[in-house]
């Protein structure tokens, strides 16, 4: 541990926070248009931050949809080029009333920061920037080259990155990229991740009548969109939760002996996390753990299902339309084309008597899965340990960063997520937070890693 | 057709009209807590105008709920009492955008006037006051003994009237029950109606996880609560619309030949329906008619299902929670009580591994049906074949007046349904209206209909 660093950190925690929660006060909620220019001002905000901390050539660079913000440090001659990759957008905050605080208001308690985007993916961005100007400070320079880019549509599916880092292949040419936006594996449990699941989501809109009916004078005789659409999402599971739609699994690489012996060893409590997410059944697809249904395993989920009367009391009601959306987590070796082309297949096949069904697709992200024993992958282990003093986890995980997959695809290098967060700080949900341990800890592992990366 | 009195309506046409402009301004949605003084004003409202129209002993009288409208007018000795029900209450306005001019904004256009409760039930309502009132200022009296009781929670099931009808069964005695709160067959085709279905309704609510969870990380690992209410409402029916809840059509009294085959006699244009309904595929229980399936049939129907994420775009949300409201329509000789018993029954065998669900009752409206040739029934035709110079048809509707199974029990006097609305106006929808030619016949119809009442 260099130790002179450490004592900066603890020089400068009030003002680093007090910087995260400026950052955490802009509302960058990307799929809502009416915060499209909130998205942009946390892009400025960056564009800032990253000029403060040393960097060169930090720009807002337009991508057709959010912006990227770019920026560079390529003074370490003869050294590997580390790329960092965040998302400064958030997750919508509904439902509004389950929060404690505002989610736009930052509130540190109990030594943890809550608000939207604290853990995903405002403050791990940020403590990326804070470890590298605290080695330009410090040090006088970075061990390694670096390069940053910070997108605005992460939580939207990442619609303009791939092409803009088509466009900019040479100018992000780098040999690794850090992620910070996976989970730990506990509290005090670093992990680093060496794969992830694809994206594939579709939006499903029914319609009947022409307008809304009283469902005393022509229920029975019209079919009614809501029950439609129940039948179309009832029809993608069975009772256990193994996924119907024909060919979902075809293409899934089976997980392996020596995968499943890892997983085995790290002694899951189940139960701890039933109690923990409130839930008494156990329940998923037959044959696997909690731990293979979420890391190795495709889903489908509905994310939400709307039509007719929702609120207080009963409205006699037969809706003119209703709909859902729905979203697949993939894993290699599934194409999510392929399964958008499968789901389509399905629900035209399952398609309830008199109503239209129409599909819009979201964006996708493939799977991703690079070898657990790349030096990288390695490395990032050993810094944890160093900071956390425990083994480091090696883990694939449920969740999807899609531009992860489309980095190993257009840039051809290796990518290692060295995640800070934890399942219990709520991200996409009210009351998100992140633990002020890990980011004391996080700015130290950073800091040190991109020192060994500069062996690589 | 009496003539000073038919000069008399076309005289004060434009202050009726304006009068129930003032009574369609005051937003009265019984099942909406925020409308709760508003509901009341209406009341007070109908108070002045039974009073103006030279009514005795009028109040409005406490249930507990929203109150009732009473009135009365006993100086017919030795004639018949007629009883006029109506609700003063109105439906949600949701969803306020497809309105082409404001609800509690009255309109007239085309001879037709534009508001929430034009036609359900204010309109027709408003006609009884206006048809008494005229009376007895042409002709200085009622030709029979007249009461109104007109109740504020129509449209969320009556929940205090029985009770206040039980209470006040003495005061309440009558011969007759008259009730306008159905339809015509169609334009110009005035009809009295013999059946109504009956109605008893749920709210499922489903709870899994404690919170709302990222589904990426826990999708598969965990029921869905989505998933779960999407199988509860798809397991209520088959593929072609009949009711798989074990026991829902054993009580049903089977339509007769009779019946069917004067139904058959309406030459009912299944596909001018389905053209003006906007729906392009006939659906419903095998083997019955669309009149059938609408008059004679229950049906189950779900107005509305929620959970999770609506707005734009996509959230990658497990949401702790979902529902759904459902609503049965019941037939002689089904019993809201046993139907919702055999629900529960159902969702508890169809209950998904891995939620809880919980069931809450809205309040139930009995089946009803009178003898198609009670004379009451019968001389209600001749008043409407005078007016409009066409023979009248007898239906039975699919709507439910839950109190008219009630005035039935509990008062045991017929009751005869003289609708004056057109199932193209919307009532329950955007742009509510009602046709002012209607309203012009209807109380022409009403008058004479009084006369008639005086022989019974």
């Not at 130790?3 to 900066?8: A, G, T």
């Not at 809501?226 to 193994?242: N, P, Q, R």
């Not at 997959?405 to 257009?410: L, P, Q, S, T």
């Amino acid at each position: 541990m260099n130790l002179e660093l450490d004592q900066y950190f603890e020089q400068q925690r009030d003002s680093h926070l007090d910087e995260l929660k400026e950052f955490l006060r802009i509302p960058s909620v990307s799929s809502l248009n009416v915060h499209k220019d909130d998205v942009r001002h946390a892009a400025s905000w960056l564009e800032k931050a990253l000029t403060k901390a040393g960097f060169d050539n930090v720009a807002v660079e337009e991508t057709g949809g959010h912006p990227v913000v770019y920026a560079d440090w390529l003074h370490a001659e003869g050294k590997p080029t580390v790329l960092v990759y965040g998302h400064y957008d958030v997750q919508p905050v509904d439902p509004l009333h389950l929060w404690e605080t505002e989610p736009f208001d930052p509130q540190i308690r109990d030594n943890k920061i809550f608000a939207r985007g604290a853990s995903d993916d405002k403050g791990q961005t940020f403590m990326h920037i804070k470890a590298a100007e605290a080695l330009l400070k410090q040090e006088g320079r970075l061990p390694v080259n670096m390069k940053f880019i910070i997108e605005g549509e992460e939580e939207i599916g990442s619609p303009s990155l791939p092409a803009y880092v088509e466009a900019n292949k040479e100018r992000l040419t780098a040999d690794l990229v850090i992620i910070s936006d996976t989970g730990m594996y506990g509290p005090g449990r670093p992990a680093v991740c060496y794969g992830l699941r694809g994206l594939a989501g579709i939006q499903i809109d029914v319609k009947g009548p022409k307008g809304d009916l009283h469902s005393g004078l022509y229920g029975g005789a019209i079919q009614n969109p809501l029950h439609a659409i129940a039948e179309i999402v009832a029809s993608f599971h069975d009772k256990d939760g193994t996924v119907q739609v024909e060919g979902f699994y075809e293409d899934v690489r089976p997980v392996t002996e020596e995968e499943r012996a890892a997983y085995r060893e790290l002694s899951f409590d189940t139960e701890a996390e039933k109690r923990a997410l409130g839930i008494t059944e156990d329940f998923g697809e037959p044959g696997y753990s909690f731990i293979e249904r979420t890391w190795v395993r495709p889903t489908l989920e509905a994310n939400g299902i709307f039509g007719g009367f929702s609120g207080e009391g009963i409205k006699t009601v037969i809706p003119a339309e209703a709909g859902a959306k729905i979203t697949c987590r993939l894993v290699p070796d599934q194409e999510p084309e392929d399964i958008i082309s499968k789901l389509r297949r399905h629900i035209d096949t399952h398609k309830p008597a008199g109503v239209t069904v129409t599909i819009t697709e979201f964006d996708k992200g493939n799977p991703f899965i690079t070898p657990f024993d790349h030096p990288a992958i390695q490395a990032a282990g050993k810094s944890y340990e160093k900071v956390y003093g425990v083994p480091t986890v090696f883990t694939r995980m449920g969740g999807s960063v899609p531009i992860v997959a489309e980095f190993d695809k257009i840039l051809g290098i290796p990518v290692v997520l060295m995640g800070f967060g934890l399942s219990s700080e709520n991200f996409h949900a009210p009351n998100e937070h992140f633990h002020l341990e890990n980011f004391d800890k996080g700015l130290r592992v950073i800091s040190d890693y991109l020192h060994k990366a500069a062996a690589f």
